[in-house]
């Protein structure tokens, strides 16, 4: 069975400082995608990142950044020069391959407050 | 492009009632999915649909809860009847096959219902 653990429940920083969520997952398929999602207060999930399983190399999307170490079974995702609009809940989450039916299994979130 | 369009956004209900969440996905988006979240945690997927066919529906309890996409298009997700522990946010998404896009899943606002 897939697992997603996001151990860090709550994180508070000052603004512009940088942000650090930790991931880590469990499954048997080799093949697999990971993604990070932000919930704003207003409910809706919103796509941020994505890394399929065969591709390690840790890239950097404007403020976004992330690094998917295959060897600990981790996918962490950074915000650097965080702003207060940053605020929101982080989820990540594991997708078996889309052959197989794409099911999205989700940690249970990391609560990011950024205050000015 | 419009976005996946759920309704109602709120609802609250005495516990023994039913009730009915409607989701129409982003035009074109074959596979449309239903997840619960409760507070606090990550979304979990009920059930998803291809088309109009479910084909993964081994979290919906089958007992009380309900779903349909008759044209393979929108969807109705029921309950009834409703049980405390019923009281969540439920979110609808879509995604397309289109392979560009990994089988990146849209979300909707989700529908908070409360059971009293």
């Known amino acids: 069975a897939q697992k997603v653990t996001q151990a860090q429940t709550e994180i508070s920083v000052v603004e512009k400082e940088d942000v650090t969520l930790d991931c880590v997952y469990e499954?048997?398929?080799?093949?697999?995608?990971l993604f990070w999602y932000k919930q704003p207060p207003s409910g809706e999930l919103v796509f941020l990142i994505r890394r399929n399983s065969f591709d390690e190399q840790n890239e950097i999307s404007g403020r976004y950044s992330w690094n998917f170490q295959k060897s600990t079974s981790s996918f962490n995702f950074t915000i650097t020069a965080s702003q207060v609009v940053d605020s929101a809940v982080y989820f990540c989450a594991l997708s078996e391959a889309p052959a197989a039916g794409n099911k999205l299994t989700f940690g249970g979130g990391t609560r990011v407050l950024v205050k000015p | 492009e419009a976005g996946v369009v759920q309704s109602p956004r709120y609802k609250i209900i005495e516990k023994k009632q039913p009730v009915a969440f409607w989701c129409n996905p982003i035009?074109?988006?074959?596979?449309l999915y239903w997840y619960r979240q409760n507070l606090g945690q990550g979304p979990e997927l009920l059930i998803r649909?291809?088309?109009?066919?479910?084909?993964?529906d081994s979290q919906l309890p089958k007992d009380r809860f309900s779903a349909e996409r008759l044209k393979g298009v929108d969807s109705t997700l029921k309950i009834q009847p409703a049980e405390l522990g019923d009281s969540a946010v439920y979110l609808c998404?879509?995604?397309?096959?289109?392979?560009?896009?990994?089988?990146?899943?849209?979300f909707g606002p989700g529908t908070r219902l409360t059971v009293l």
């Open positions: 649909y291809e088309n109009e066919e479910a084909v993964d």
């Open positions: 035009s074109g988006h074959n596979t």
């Open positions: 998404a879509s995604s397309s096959r289109d392979r560009s896009s990994y089988n990146e899943q849209f």
């Open positions: 499954t048997r398929d080799t093949t697999y995608y």
